[in-house]
């Protein structure tokens, strides 16, 4: 069992950066591909990134790329998701999930575990 807590959103102006943090409990940490997703209002569920549990390989969705960076502590417990350059586009709760021995899928029925979402807003 894995409980998962987002921090870090906020509201920011276009341009601007957030980095978001996920923290777990347990003790299993470094077995669980981590994953950001994202959700705007009357959209469904998207991926943004994910950081394998093998060594730490990253995967980002298109939009993400070149711009977002995830990461992880192990001995922390925690992963992270750096955005720069956020755009008004980027505006939407932001959730962490962990999938167990995972292989950094882009689809959100592959993770077993999710948090409750982070809000980001980026005004124009």
């Known amino acids: 069992q894995v409980q998962l807590v987002e921090s870090g959103g906020g509201l920011v102006q276009a341009g601007g950066s957030l980095r978001l943090s996920c923290a777990a409990s347990?003790?299993?940490?470094?077995?669980?591909?981590m994953g950001w997703f994202r959700q705007a209002p009357g959209k469904e569920r998207e991926f943004v990134a994910a950081?394998?549990?093998?060594?730490?390989?990253?995967y980002y969705a298109d939009s993400a790329k070149g711009r977002f960076t995830i990461s992880r502590d192990n001995a922390k417990n925690t992963a992270y998701l750096q955005m720069n350059s956020l755009k008004p586009e980027d505006t939407a709760v932001y959730y962490c999930a962990a999938d167990w021995l995972g292989r950094s899928s882009g689809s959100p029925h592959e993770y077993e575990y999710w948090g409750q979402g982070t809000q980001v807003t980026v005004s124009s």
């Open positions: 950081v394998s549990w093998r060594g730490g390989s990253t």
């Open positions: 347990g003790r299993t940490f470094s077995s669980y591909t």
